[in-house]
């Protein structure tokens, strides 16, 4: 249990996810911070209790759920959920991936020659997550949901003019595979994400936050490849055979 006589040096070394609550109560948690929580608490002009309390809780969120719920909810509702949960945390972290690559590079940079390659894995996953994500938002997730809501509507399939959900799924998942092969490379990179013996903090927290980031993005795919994909590809199949049909 954290107490506010613990460094807090010690403390994001022994619990990485609490740097994320170091990092929201503005708290110097690496080079410097050789203070107790309740020292650097009354600098930072925070309660003690409420960092105390966020500690507590740091690491001991709830996963989304990933579960049979999906499998059943509407389409629209899954569509919207991987946007707020799993698109927004990827652009949410990018950047603070980043900003910590960075300051390991620039402090560690010409002991642990593999963070530079980290960085350059990081960097290109990123930016075709963001294009990715920006095809999905744009094209396939807003024609998913429009079609949904006009086949309940008794009404024929809208036309997509990217082709096929079939297709453009095939592609979407194709892109799946190239961000994974890129987090294997990264992984290995960091051998499981295990910062060097004797590292400090901000190295730590990279390889944390590195780990979280791999985390939530399998779920991410899971999500789209074996439940979204395959159902919206399922819906397109039986309203084109049901059109047939009706000819």
């Known amino acids: 249990m954290t107490t506010r006589e613990q460094k807090v040096t010690r403390i ?19 080079c410097g911070a050789n203070r107790t929580l309740g ?7 925070v309660s003690v209790e409420s960092a105390m309390r966020l500690l507590a809780e740091a690491g001991q969120t709830s996963a989304p759920p990933i579960g049979s719920i999906w499998n059943d909810a509407p389409l629209h509702a899954l569509t919207a959920h991987i946007v707020a949960q799993h698109h927004l945390f990827i652009r949410q972290e990018i950047p603070r991936i980043e900003a910590l690559l960075d300051k390991v590079l620039n402090r560690h940079g ?64 194709r892109d799946h595979d190239d961000a994974g092969a890129l987090l294997a490379r990264i992984r290995k990179l960091t051998g499981n994400f295990i910062a060097p013996a004797g590292s400090c903090p901000t190295f730590r927290g990279l390889y944390h936050a590195l780990a979280e980031f791999e985390r939530d993005l ?15 590809v399922r819906m397109e199949a039986a309203a084109l055979e049901a059109s047939l049909a009706a000819r």
């Open 110 to 173: 010409e002991s642990y020659y593999d963070v530079q390659r980290v960085e350059d894995l990081f960097l290109a996953m990123a930016r075709e997550l963001g294009i990715h994500m920006s095809q999905e938002e744009q094209m396939l997730f807003p024609y998913i949901d429009e079609a949904e809501a006009t086949l309940a509507a008794g009404e024929p399939l809208p036309p997509a003019f990217f082709g096929s959900v079939a297709d453009l799924t095939s592609k979407m998942m």
């Open 218 to 232: 399998r779920r991410h795919l899971h999500l789209e490849n074996n439940v979204l994909f395959p159902r919206a």
């Open 39 to 45: 020292d650097a608490c009354m600098e930072a002009k």
């Open 12 to 30: 994001a070394i022994e619990n990485p996810a609490a740097i994320r609550v170091f990092e929201r109560l503005g708290i110097d948690y690496c």
